[in-house]
């Protein structure tokens, strides 16, 4: 866990007076908001606009609590209280991203508990659409999410556990909701697994609370991450803002730590009279997704095909994908036409697969190593490190979740609000030809390879100039794998921004990454229609490189921006920024 810092940043103490009018002054916020909403790029429903510098600082110098905090202090003020609680008649597990029964933490304690006293277990989840509203998530997410209920609901069943599903249309009303369904089932004990996002810590610390004070113990395991977040920090005891670092002693953690990599059983069958006593749980319908968030039965259909729901399918992607191009990873996985990495990404996102079970089955294919061997399974194994990565920085700096970059000062940076570029990148009609298959292949697939993640970033930030947060919204409202922790990692931390934390700014080429990336062009072929005649290198740039004329008989445009005048300006701006 992060430990709450005692002094600021002077090293003096802090005083508790300091505190409360540091807190009010707090309030006010950065003032960019104003001008984003003019644009109208309102960047978050249900929340205030952007932070204030001084308030991010203040969660840096531990003067606000962080969420994960407040969690932490409710489970200690209760913990007494929750030890003397009895096992009562029936346990809950109550499911969220995590929609799996295999290396589920917190499913198998309640497992175990419901085993130890013959009393049966009952699955829960409630849907909220207005957290889906909140957090931006895609029709094509919320599709996933409900075929993965469908087939979590069929493999509980065969262990005769229910799993009672309902929608709560206001999310404030789920903590109140949840305390009820356990005083009707007569559960004592419910069990989750912790997620970490800033909404979601907060709701469990009242949720705590709540059940203590109604004499019910809610159990709360570390589980989506390898390593727990907070459990690692650098030399000056504090959370590693650099991935590399924090990479060597994620692998140092586990290797003295390997009771981290074991993974949970699934849970055993409930006792044999349990359908007869919960009987009316068994035959719970499947919600349906709300009004804006519904796919077409095209869609539907097509995403089905392309990403089959369930953990079943995420194992047998995983062994497939370690089988079949584990070995040759760090080879390939930057060819952008998608047919080197697992897209597992759906998978983790709905929790159907466990990042620990990824680790660990790669470090088996890997003759049971983690850092040496084949450096395909390494570099693969690396990169699901990445995932935990960014989920420590949103709980270190918690404020990322208010429309800020990583460092609060590089929000400095004056951006241009030009909706018609924006609208050209979302269509993928910018004149870059990698830079359009790729927003192509997100609308259609609702998923995109991260080098072409990174390309078309850089792309809305450093050539267009545009805010990033608005390429980070459309995202997350399009993405089947939207996470926000590594959604938020790639736009306003990663390198392909400029709100980077190296004293440099990347500016990718889109011209040198589709030559290097896509160097047939068959990824651009598959994606825009329009320049599939052109032949050879002329691909990547066709009106420089002689195709002009094809490209501008099949409709497709000419370049929007030049692309070295854009990579000045962006330089010029973001040092200016800096200075301020
Ligand atoms: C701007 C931007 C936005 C992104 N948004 C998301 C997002 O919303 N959800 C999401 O899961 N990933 C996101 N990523 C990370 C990455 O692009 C995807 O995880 C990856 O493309 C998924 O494909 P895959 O499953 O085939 O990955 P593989 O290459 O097979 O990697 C295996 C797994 O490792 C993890 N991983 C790999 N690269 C990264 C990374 N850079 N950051 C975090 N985790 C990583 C993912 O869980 C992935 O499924 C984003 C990256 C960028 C640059």
């Not at 004592?188 to 907060?202: P, T």
């Not at 059983?265 to 009987?279: I, M, V």
Request: glycine letters at 4%; proline letters at 6%.
């Amino acid at each position: 866990m992060p430990k709450r810092k005692t002094s600021d940043a002077d090293g003096k103490p802090q005083n508790a007076q300091i505190n409360k009018r540091s807190r009010s002054d707090l309030r006010e916020p950065h003032p960019n908001a104003k001008q984003t909403e003019d644009f109208g790029i309102v960047l978050r429903e249900f929340y205030p606009p952007e932070m204030s510098n001084e308030r991010c600082q203040a969660y840096n110098d531990g003067i606000l609590e962080r969420p994960i905090e407040l969690l932490e202090a409710a489970c200690r003020d209760t913990s007494d209280k929750r030890r003397a609680i009895g096992p009562g008649k029936t346990v809950v597990h109550w499911f969220k991203s995590d929609l799996r029964l295999h290396d589920n933490r917190a499913l198998h304690a309640a497992s175990q508990l419901a085993r130890d006293h013959q009393i049966p277990l009952i699955g829960l989840y409630i849907l909220s659409p207005e957290d889906w509203a909140a957090h931006l998530t895609s029709p094509a997410r919320v599709d996933f999410t409900l075929r993965t209920l469908k087939r979590l609901q069929t493999d509980l069943a065969e262990l005769d556990i229910p799993l009672y599903m309902e929608t709560q249309e206001k999310r404030k009303a789920i903590p109140g909701r949840i305390v009820e369904l356990c005083q009707q089932w007569e559960a004592k004990h419910i069990y989750a697994n912790i997620e970490y996002e800033v909404d979601e810590l907060r709701r469990e610390a009242k949720l705590v609370r709540l059940c203590a004070a109604k004499e019910i113990d809610l159990a709360l395991s570390h589980d989506t991450c390898v390593v727990t977040p907070g459990a690692l920090s650098s030399q000056q005891n504090k959370q590693y803002a650099v991935y590399t670092p924090w990479f060597r002693s994620w692998l140092a953690f586990l290797k003295e730590n390997p009771d981290y990599l074991e993974l949970s059983e699934e849970p055993g069958s409930n006792p044999g009279d349990a359908r007869k006593k919960l009987s009316g749980l068994f035959d719970c319908k499947i919600p349906t997704a709300p009004s804006n968030k519904q796919l077409s039965e095209e869609e539907k259909k097509r995403f089905e095909i392309m990403y089959p729901a369930g953990e079943h399918e995420a194992s047998q992607r995983l062994d497939k994908f370690l089988e079949e191009k584990g070995r040759e990873y760090d080879k390939m996985r930057s060819i952008v036409s998608g047919k080197h990495t697992s897209i597992l990404s759906p998978y983790f996102a709905s929790g159907a697969l466990s990042a620990r079970t990824a680790v660990v089955t790669a470090k088996r294919a890997n003759r049971n190593f983690l850092d040496r061997d084949n450096s395909g399974y390494i570099s693969w194994i690396s990169e699901v490190a990445w995932r935990d990565f960014y989920k420590h920085v949103l709980v270190n700096w918690p404020f990322i979740c208010m429309n800020k970059c990583f460092k609060p000062d590089h929000t400095n940076i004056e951006w241009e609000y030009n909706l018609d570029q924006f609208q050209a990148w979302c269509d993928g009609k910018t004149g870059f030809p990698i830079v359009d298959a790729a927003m192509r292949q997100l609308k259609h697939s609702a998923w995109m390879h991260n080098r072409t993640r990174m390309v078309v970033s850089s792309f809305l930030t450093k050539d267009l100039l545009l805010d990033w947060r608005r390429g980070e919204r459309y995202f997350m409202e399009h993405l089947i794998d939207g996470d926000f922790a590594s959604n938020h990692g790639g736009w306003g931390f990663g390198s392909s921004t400029g709100v980077d934390p190296q004293p440099y700014f990347r500016v990718f080429n889109p011209l040198r990454q589709s030559e290097r990336f896509d160097p047939d062009g068959e990824y651009i072929r598959h994606w825009v229609p329009e320049l599939r005649e052109i032949k050879d290198k002329a691909i990547h740039e066709p009106y420089k490189r002689g195709a002009g004329s094809i490209a501008k008989k099949n409709g497709y445009p000419e370049p929007i921006v030049e692309h070295s005048e854009m990579r000045n300006q962006a330089l010029e701006r973001f040092k200016r920024a800096l200075q301020r």
